[in-house]
């Protein structure tokens, strides 16, 4: 028997869980008795390896399975596989593409900044560059919505017997459960089935937990980033639309290993190039929430500030 639908409830992001999980405390603070759904994706083919997750919240949670789900829809439905893998290699195109284009204005925005000239030159060319910037970031994340909507709207996914049933299943689990734990792992898959299986509005008056990956996904674009990756100097780019379920944000896990924090202009243009969204990191044992339109109880939660500078974020009655 279905519960009746309640409003939107808390929102808590966290540090990393593997090593030192706080994911338990923080579902006791906040007073979550029943069952927790757990959402995996990100691990991929090992989604179900999560015995320690479901021992670390004391044998109360329900996996949803919805990378096997996923595999399943497509083993199934063929002609929807086919046109799902038309549509990721539009997207990975498009990524490519807009890759480029960025890495390109990031080293041409570099060179500038090595020449010599009055300051007010200095800081016009700055800003002509970080605008450019912003305006790829936006082109291609309208882009990307533009994708999905017209794949979702096309394939009429709320409907398709090979998809409704799991999305049936799956409103009808998450309604029995307290609170749904989104992990990481591999952030691209994982918004993938997050889309595939509608799970934005199943999200829905419950409280959310998320962590690593599963950070970067509730929010509203999906930035990927490593300032000394192993394969070699990257560039921050946007991948993608997350659930939007934490807005005015975007959301580093693991600054501590990703970010060169001391470089303070390198962060400064970070925090510019993303603005009026705050940067805030979440290095580990670090926790906010997020409910009814502001962030609040944040502990050890980190934010960028325009200086480059990190500091404590202290939420004020919602983003600063």
Known sequence: MKKAAGSKKAVVLLGAQRFDPTLAAAVSELGIKGRIATITAGWQERESEDEELNAHL???TVNLKLHARGDEVFLEDTELRDAHRERQDVLRHRQDFYR???EYELECDRVIRQRNAPAEIMAE?????????????RAHLANCVMQHTAFNEGWRLHERPSVKKHRDELAEIIDDCDAIAIAGGHVATLINRLALFGIGPLCKGKTVFAWSGGAMAVSERVVLFHDDPPQGPGATEVLDAGLGLCPGAVFFPEPEKRLKLEQKDRMARLTRRFNPAQCLLLPARSRVTYRNGQYSNAQGVLRLRPTGDVALFEPEGGVQ
């Open 100 to 102: 480029i284009r960025l």
């Open 125 to 137: 060319q700055a800003e002509a560059g970080n605008d450019t910037v912003r305006e790829l970031d």
């Open 58 to 60: 004391q044998n109360r």
